[in-house]
Each structure stands twice: as structure tokens, then as C-alpha cells.
């Protein structure tokens, strides 16, 4: 899949290098809910099992060909919320510094028309730490509306002493 500055295809062994290098930055993880990647053996680890399925994407920057950020989805079952069984959870980050270009916003796009018209899921849901406004931001500029809802996620790395605020998008192609 792609957008005009990104290809989202899977990661792969060869990415580990270009992995750690931004989630190693302590920046970037725990905004997300996972701790910074200690070394590239863990971010390796973290591609062949984390990341090794079909829920999953690299952002490769069109203009360079390097991974700079993730996106993906998790089903019922896996989820940091309770989701529908027909539901989706999306999640993302991007290196910092692509920060602030749009990236992340286009990408999202892509995801949701991918899990709206591809995958049929009924509800999107997202979520982000109250202390994380730019990650709310990307998810209002896609569509995503607040719930009012705001939870604690002990899933999440520090999730018990940080609220999470939730958004979600109803799909409105949606076929039973
Ligand atoms: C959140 C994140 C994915 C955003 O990626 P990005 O590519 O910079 O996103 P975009 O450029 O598409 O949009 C960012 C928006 O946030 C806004 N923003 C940036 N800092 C902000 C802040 N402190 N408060 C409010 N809005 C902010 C930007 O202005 C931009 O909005 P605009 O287009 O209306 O100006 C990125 O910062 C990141 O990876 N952070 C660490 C991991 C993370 O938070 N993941 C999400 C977990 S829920």
C-alpha cells in the first residue's frame, strides 16, 4: 500500500538497524505505551515476533527507502481497549525526526480506508495518553471523533498512572 511520500509493506529482518535507531529515542516508545529498544537484537526480537503479522506496517519514506515509523491494527482479543469482535484498534508512531510533516496523518488515512472498505471492521478505535496531544491531533485530522471516555490501561507500559483519552470512527460502509 502507499501514499504519495510512504509505502506501508512488512517489516522485515533487514529494517532492524533503521528500528532501533528510532525507537530507541526515549521520545518515541513511551508516548506510545512501550519502553525504548535497549539494542538492535532487541529490535530484531521485536520484528520477528511483535510485528510478524498481517496487522502490521513499516513506513518506508518513498524518498529515501528507509523505515522511519510503524502502523498497524489489533482485533478483539489483543486490543489496550475493549473492542467489538467486528472492531479495530489502530496504533502508529514515526521517528522524530519526521515529526510534524503530516506523515503520520497520511499514513492513518490510508489505514482507515484499508480497514473501512478492505476489512469491513464496523468501529475504529484509537487512543492516546492525555499527556500526548499531537497523537489526539493526527487522529481528529483523520476523522477519529472523542468518546468523552478516558481510561487507565495497565497493558500499556506506565498505562496505571497515566489516563488514556479514547476516539472512535464508525464506519460508515459497513456491511453486516
Ligand atoms: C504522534 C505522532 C505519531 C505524530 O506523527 P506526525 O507524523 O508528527 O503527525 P502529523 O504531522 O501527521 O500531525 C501532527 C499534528 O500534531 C500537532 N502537534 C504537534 N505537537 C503538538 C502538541 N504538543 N499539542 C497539540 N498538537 C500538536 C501538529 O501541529 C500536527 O497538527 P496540524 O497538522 O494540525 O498542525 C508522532 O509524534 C509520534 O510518533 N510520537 C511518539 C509515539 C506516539 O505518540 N504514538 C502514538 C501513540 S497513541
Known amino acids: 500500500m502507499e501514499t504519495d511520500r510512504l509505502i506501508l509493506r512488512p517489516w522485515c529482518e533487514a529494517d532492524a538497524e533503521a528500528l532501533y ?5 526515549p521520545d518515541v516508545g513511551p508516548r506510545a505505551g512501550w519502553p525504548p529498544h535497549q539494542s538492535v537484537e532487541e529490535s530484531l526480537n521485536i520484528i520477528r515476533t511483535v510485528f510478524a503479522n498481517d496487522r502490521t506496517w513499516a513506513l518506508i519514506l518513498k ?3 528507509e523505515p522511519i515509523g510503524c502502523i498497524g491494527y489489533y482485533i478483539c482479543g489483543e486490543s489496550n481497549i475493549d473492542i467489538g469482535p467486528d472492531d ?9 525526526p519526521y515529526w510534524n510533516q503530516g506523515l503520520c496523518s497520511e499514513a492513518l488515512q490510508l489505514m482507515i480506508t484499508y480497514c473501512t472498505t478492505v476489512k469491513n ?8 495518553f492525555v499527556d500526548n ?4 491531533r493526527v487522529m481528529a485530522k483523520c476523522g477519529f471523533a472523542d468518546t468523552g471516555l478516558v481510561n487507565q490501561c495497565s497493558r500499556l507500559s506506565h498505562g496505571a498512572d497515566r489516563p488514556i483519552k479514547i476516539m472512535k470512527l464508525t464506519n460508515p460502509y459497513h456491511t453486516a
Open 21 to 25: 535507531k528510532y525507537a530507541s529515542d
Open 133 to 136: 496531544p499531537a497523537s489526539g
Open 121 to 128: 471492521f464496523r468501529t475504529l478505535w484509537c487512543d492516546y
Open 88 to 96: 479495530a484498534e489502530l496504533g502508529y508512531w514515526v521517528g522524530r
Open 63 to 65: 524518498s529515501t527507502g
